[in-house]
């Protein structure tokens, strides 16, 4: 692989992760301004070291790319808002907030949180083109059971994965680059990614077996430990995509309800490679659901832990999914 190819996916990474925080600026602004238009509401935005991130973000996409993502915000705030009446009704004080990003690691996904003066809490999720879930981290000494279930790995999961991050650790002690180590992609997974991947299968194995609440346990962890809506903004179709992720029924309070409640799975059904995958376990529970999760390396650089990429592959069908189109405005 050469340099310009490693460089130009750090710098791709780096740019989609710029513009997913101004997207998010633009969903803050779209909301606030809607609220704000309504006589007997008032609006405020907390402000935060998220909040003036995703600002500057904003601020310094081109005029043309910053019309487009307002256009986009816009038709997702208005696909949240025809599910949830307090912000139809739009009377009494709201509060919005950008969360930090270390409270996705910590299991709460949201970014986008909206507080009513009465309690009620609202929380969305935006992503900018893309449907991933989430984005964990293992490494040689990341108790990642502790992270995700809420229980202890076991020695013997240590045991197996000790001998790859000995030998990432070495490597990233020198500052050594993927592209020195002279390997091809297939070798680079079999050597460190399938080993890793072995040990974790066994290990989730052991501890679905052992605990009834652990399948629940990764899912939440997996999606979000508080409900949200998902926008998934898509800027190049002018679409976007409302999922809701509705366990504890904090979405569309009405009556009847207008946003159906989703049941956590109880067991799992089947965890193993991917057909033709060496890099990718796909984990399949019972009530529908299944995830991916595959392993790469994050940076063109060693690095001391490995990325999963957790992906959601099937979900019930009762979950709502709308989706919505906008046209350019003039």
């Keep these: 692989m050469s340099a310009r190819f490693i460089n130009s996916l750090s710098t791709f990474a780096s740019d989609a992760s710029a513009n997913g925080k101004a997207l998010e600026y633009a969903c803050l602004t779209a909301l606030a301004r809607r609220l704000a238009a309504r006589q007997a509401t008032i609006v405020r935005l907390a402000d935060s070291s998220a909040a003036r991130t995703a600002q500057r973000r ?4 081109a005029p043309a790319t910053r019309q487009s993502y307002d256009w986009g915000a816009q038709a997702g705030i208005e696909s949240v808002m025809r599910l949830e009446s307090t912000l139809l009704e739009g009377k009494g004080r709201f509060t919005l907030a950008l969360q930090a990003d270390a409270q996705g690691a910590a299991g709460d996904v949201r970014d986008l949180v909206v507080k009513h ?27 990642f059971a502790r992270q995700w279930l809420g229980m202890s790995a076991s020695a013997g999961y240590f045991a197996a994965i000790k001998p790859v991050f000995d030998e990432l650790e070495s490597y990233a002690a020198t500052g050594s680059h993927w592209s020195a180590l002279g390997l091809r992609e297939t070798e680079k997974a079999q050597r460190f990614y399938r080993p ?42 002018r679409e976007v995509e409302l999922q809701a992720f509705n366990f504890d029924g904090e979405l569309g309070r009405a009556t009847p309800p207008v946003v159906p409640r989703l049941r956590l799975p109880t067991k799992l059904i089947d965890l193993d490679f991917k057909r033709a995958s060496i890099n990718t376990l796909i984990a399949r529970f019972d009530r529908e659901w299944a995830l991916s999760l595959r392993l790469h390396s994050a940076s063109s650089r060693v690095e001391r832990s490995l990325k999963l990429d957790v992906r959601l592959v099937s979900v019930p069908a009762e979950m709502l999914k709308q989706t919505t189109a906008w046209r350019a405005q003039t």
Excluded: C
């Excluded at 904003?58 to 996409?61: G, K, Q």
């Excluded at 309690?119 to 992503?127: C, F, P, Q």
């Excluded at 997996?222 to 179709?237: A, E, Q, S, V």
């Design 58 to 61: 904003y601020d310094a996409l």
């Design 117 to 143: 003066d009465t309690g009620w809490e609202l929380g969305i999720l935006v992503k900018h083109n893309n449907d991933a879930a989430k984005h964990p981290r293992v490494s040689g000494d990341l108790d």
């Design 196 to 237: 890793v991947l072995s040990a974790l299968a066994v290990e989730l194995r052991r501890q679905m077996a052992q605990t009834p609440n652990a399948p629940a346990a990764l899912l939440r962890y997996m999606t979000g430990r508080r409900d949200f809506y998902k926008l998934i903004i898509t800027i190049k179709k």
